[in-house]
Every structure is written in structure tokens, then in C-alpha cells.
């Protein structure tokens, strides 16, 4: 790459990022989420020179090598380790402005609307002294590791999907942390709560994500999330949050369900049901208890065949029970939208590798980042895959100039086809009329009203 294309994608991509922050109102945004300085350099310049690093090539070092650097590395690191910083807040802030000017206006009321929850690790492998650093399960490749479970919550609406709300989670056992927090945080601080957090269980703290997201008016109408938090406890306590779940279920003998009677594990209740011949995907369809000990709860759970092994099966629970088999494993589909996401930030955004901080105030500061450049990403890419996006700017931007322009260019082009069609087909011009009455009220409203324009100003 030469030098002069370098300087060029560097300079698009700071354009792009101080267009983004100035349509979510970073500035604005960052004062409630009491990210603020008293003196110094703004917060948002810091936020947005940390942001724009990895869509510029280059990590902090060479930036701040620079001559023209604003600041100083101990500026940033200072920003970055402040425990008084809402960063999560900041995040679900963006993203419920976000999703409520932007997104829901492109997706048709009848769509289902849905959050995502999922957990994948926060690898510090090669640290010794980051605070409260446990030993996690990867459960990709079944070995434990040094790091922390991200706990993840995110919004989809099935072509995209933004993040939220997260959790970084050491471990609740004493025993599997080599470190423990820095009791010198004032406990009055976001930050100490934030530590308080994750020494939770994880099936407490998704609980408290899903509250904290509806209460901040995120529309949705089902959780999804696999098969790793799938309790009938967990789903009560969503359920009480009056959304629905879609969850895929696993074998314990210690979840049981009531079915005609009887207390079954998952495998006695697949047993227990009517197959269906031949080799039809669903393979039963059953209605169950899931509140045998305390108050009712019921559910459909759905078994479907699985399509990499054929003799196996998947079991699918949903507790809205108006939904078919087909919408079910439909809108659980939906759930790899988060796996993306994981891929995408580890692989590309450089989550956990940009910043080698010891805090826990860093991780999560730095995590918070990372979210906000994929939910950057995710609105460029909905902006030129969704033609709607531009309908309300293009009548914003263009001059009546450059609509007469369009309009003439497509009645030069109708008129070209109206008479290539009189010649090829030897239409009548009752027929003719006709034809092009049908193809006008076809087009898009839009289209409508500059072809209408330009046979007015002709």
C-alpha cells in the first residue's frame, strides 16, 4: 500500500468516526454517562483519538509518537482507569438512541424484534496481575484459560445487530481467582459496583441486563440466548420481565419437567412423547410444565432433528406457545447474530489485545469501545445495504436543480422504453395506456411524484 492511499484511508476513517459521534451526540451522551473532566483535554477529543485507533493501522505507541499528539500516554491511561466512568451506560445509551431513531423505522412492525444474550471469553492468558483474573472455561476448545466471561446482551431485528449492555465476569469461587479487586476503589463509585458484579453468579447478572434494557425502552419481543443459561429459574425470571424466550435446552437430571403427570428430564420426556414417521426435521412437538415445584409455568418444547447427525436431536423451548415449530427454529436463527459479533471484535477489533491495562476499570472501558466501533460498523453497513436510508437525506440534501435532473433522466429512460415496447409488440394505445398505468403505480412513491414533476414542468 502506498503512502499516499494510506493517508487517504486514515483520513476517510477519521471522517467517518467524527461523523458517528456526532450523530449518536457523543458529547452530549458522555456528560450522563459522568464521563467529564475538570481540566485538561476534553474527554470526547481523548475518546475519539482511543476510538478511531484501529480503523487508522495503528496502535497507541504510534500515535502518540507523533509530534502533532494532542496528549500524553498517562492522559489516556488515566481516562481509561477512571472507576467514576458509566461506561455501560454510555454504551446503552447509544444504542437505544440508536436503535429507536434509526432502526426501527427500516424494520416493519410485523418483524420480530429480539435480544440476543451469550457469553464468550475474555482472554488474558499471558497476565499475572490484572485484577480479579480467574480461570474460565472456553467452551470452543473445552480448556480452562486465564481471563473472563463477557457476558454479552445485544439487539437484533434479523439484519442487524447491536450491542448493548455487557458484563465482564471473574468468577464467584474465591478459589478459581488468582487475584483479588483493589479494595482501595471507593465504594461509592460505579466501578466498585461494577467489581461487586462480577463475583455474581451469571444467571443473576443476565437477569439484571435484560431489566436494565427493557427499562430503557429497547422494543423486543423474545430473549434468545443457548443452551448454557437455559434453567427453568433463569426463564421465570425473564418471563416476569414481560418478554419471551426461545432458548435451546440441554440434558441435566436435575431439570425436570411435568408432562401428563409425570417429572421427566429431557431425555425421559423425548422418550415419553409421539414421534413423527419418516424423517421429518421436527421430530415431536410437546407442551410441558416447566414450575414443578413452584408456580406453573408452561412451555413448548419442540425436538428437532439434527442435521449434522441425523440420528440425534435438538431441543427447542419456547414459552410463547401461539408460535409454530417453523417460527420457533426461524427466530432462534437469529441467535448467530452474536456469534458474529464475538468473531468480529476479537478478530478485527482487537478486543482485549489493544490496551494490556491490570485495572478492571481499563477492561471494561476498553470493552466498552470496542462494542461502540462494531455498533459504528453495523449502522454503515445497514446505511448502504438498505436503500430507505437514504430516501430522508437524499430529499434533505439535494436542490430542486438536482431533482429535475433525476426526474428528467427517468422520463428519458421510460419514454425509450415506451417506444421500443410499441414497435417490439404492436401494442394498441388503449393497451399501451393500460400497461404503463400498471408499471406507474408499481414504482416507489418517490419515483411517482418526480416522473409526475417533470411531465408537469414539460
Excluded at 50 to 59: D, E, Q, R, Y
Excluded at 124 to 134: N, T, W
Excluded at 430 to 453: I, T
Amino acid at each position: 500500500m502506498t503512502i499516499v492511499s494510506r493517508i487517504n484511508i486514515e483520513k476517510q476513517a477519521e471522517s467517518s468516526v467524527k461523523q458517528f459521534c456526532k450523530r449518536i451526540k457523543l458529547g452530549s451522551n458522555l456528560k450522563k454517562s459522568n464521563i467529564h473532566k475538570l481540566n485538561g483535554h476534553s474527554c470526547l477529543s481523548i475518546f475519539e483519538s482511543v476510538f478511531s485507533l484501529v480503523f487508522s493501522g495503528k496502535n497507541l505507541w504510534r500515535y502518540l509518537e507523533r509530534e502533532v499528539s494532542p496528549f500524553q500516554k498517562d492522559t489516556v491511561y488515566r481516562f481509561l482507569n477512571n472507576p467514576h466512568y458509566n461506561w455501560r451506560t454510555l454504551l446503552l445509551q447509544v444504542g437505544v438512541w440508536l436503535i429507536n431513531s434509526t432502526f426501527l423505522p427500516l424494520t416493519s412492525s410485523e418483524r420480530e424484534k429480539v435480544l440476543i444474550l451469550d457469553d464468550s471469553v475474555y482472554s488474558r492468558d499471558r497476565s499475572k496481575s490484572v485484577e480479579l483474573l480467574a480461570k474460565v472455561l472456553d467452551h470452543a476448545t473445552r480448556r480452562f484459560m486465564k481471563g473472563f466471561r463477557m457476558l454479552t446482551l445485544g439487539w437484533s431485528d434479523g439484519n442487524s445487530f447491536i450491542p448493548v449492555n455487557f458484563a465482564l465476569l471473574s468468577s464467584e469461587n474465591p478459589a478459581s481467582r488468582y487475584n483479588d479487586m483493589d479494595h482501595s476503589i471507593d465504594k461509592r463509585t460505579v466501578g466498585y459496583r461494577r467489581r461487586l458484579e462480577s463475583i455474581r453468579k451469571s444467571t443473576e447478572v443476565l437477569v439484571d441486563l435484560v431489566k436494565q434494557a427493557k427499562t430503557s425502552g429497547i422494543q423486543a419481543e423474545y430473549l434468545l440466548f443457548d443452551s448454557w443459561f437455559s434453567f427453568p429459574s433463569v426463564i421465570r425470571n425473564i418471563t416476569s420481565q414481560s418478554i419471551q424466550v426461545i432458548c435451546r435446552l440441554k440434558e441435566l437430571r436435575s431439570i425436570r419437567f411435568a408432562y401428563q403427570g409425570r417429572s421427566l428430564s429431557l431425555n425421559e420426556l423425548y422418550q415419553a412423547v409421539p414421534k413423527r414417521r419418516g424423517r421429518a426435521r421436527v421430530v415431536a412437538n410437546v407442551i410441558v410444565d416447566i414450575g414443578i415445584h413452584e408456580k406453573s409455568l408452561m412451555a413448548r418444547i419442540i425436538f428437532v432433528r439434527d442435521r449434522e447427525k441425523p440420528d440425534q436431536w435438538i431441543a427447542l423451548l419456547s414459552t410463547d406457545l401461539e408460535l409454530l415449530e417453523t417460527e420457533i427454529i426461524r427466530i432462534y436463527g437469529k441467535r448467530w447474530d452474536i456469534e458474529v459479533f464475538f468473531k468480529v471484535i476479537k478478530s478485527h477489533l482487537r478486543l482485549a489485545k489493544e490496551f494490556r491495562g491490570q485495572s478492571y476499570d481499563m477492561m471494561i472501558s476498553h470493552t466498552s469501545i470496542v462494542c461502540l466501533r462494531y455498533t459504528m460498523l453495523a449502522l454503515e453497513s445497514r446505511q448502504n445495504l438498505d436503500n430507505r436510508t437514504i430516501g430522508g437525506m437524499f430529499y434533505d440534501c439535494c436542490d430542486e436543480l438536482q431533482d429535475i435532473k433525476l426526474a428528467t433522466a427517468l422520463q428519458l429512460i421510460l419514454n425509450s422504453i415506451q417506444n421500443a415496447l410499441k414497435v417490439a409488440l404492436g401494442l394498441s394505445e388503449n393497451k399501451f395506456d393500460e400497461l404503463y398505468r400498471f408499471f406507474f403505480n408499481s414504482l416507489p412513491l418517490s419515483f411517482q411524484r418526480l416522473l409526475l414533476f417533470s411531465e408537469c414542468e414539460s
